[in-house]
């Protein structure tokens, strides 16, 4: 079993930055692809970024591909999301997933979830 604890979201101003964590526990981390996924209200969760689970191969959406940035440390069991550039349409409710295999932008098919972190960007 694994639990998945996000942190680092909050408010800030247009084109303002953000770095999200996603904390681990468990073992056999580095084995599962991590993945971010937000929720705005009234809307689908959607896929943000996914990162491999050795690390060497990562993804985006194609909204988020030049101003976001996925990596994990798998010491530490832990996935991060640089974001820079930050635009209203961004503010959601950011959550970490994991599942084995490479990624896939259908949230149902990750199998360990976090809580989420609210991101909210005023303009």
């Known amino acids: 079993q694994v639990q998945l604890v996000e942190s680092g979201g909050g408010l800030v101003q247009t084109g303002g930055s953000l770095r999200l964590s996603c904390a681990a526990s468990?073992?056999?981390?580095?084995?599962?692809?991590g993945a971010w996924f937000r929720q705005a209200p009234g809307k689908e969760r959607e896929f943000v970024a996914a990162?491999?689970?050795?690390?060497?191969?990562?993804y985006y959406a194609d909204g988020v591909k030049d101003r976001f940035t996925i990596s994990r440390d798998n010491a530490k069991k832990t996935v991060y999301l640089q974001m820079n550039s930050l635009k209203p349409e961004d503010t959601a409710v950011y959550y970490c997933g994991l599942r084995p295999l490479w990624y896939s932008d259908y949230a149902g098919s990750y199998r360990y979830w976090g809580q989420g972190t609210q991101v909210t960007v005023s303009s």
């Open positions: 990162i491999r689970g050795s690390g060497d191969i990562t």
């Open positions: 468990g073992q056999t981390f580095s084995i599962y692809t």
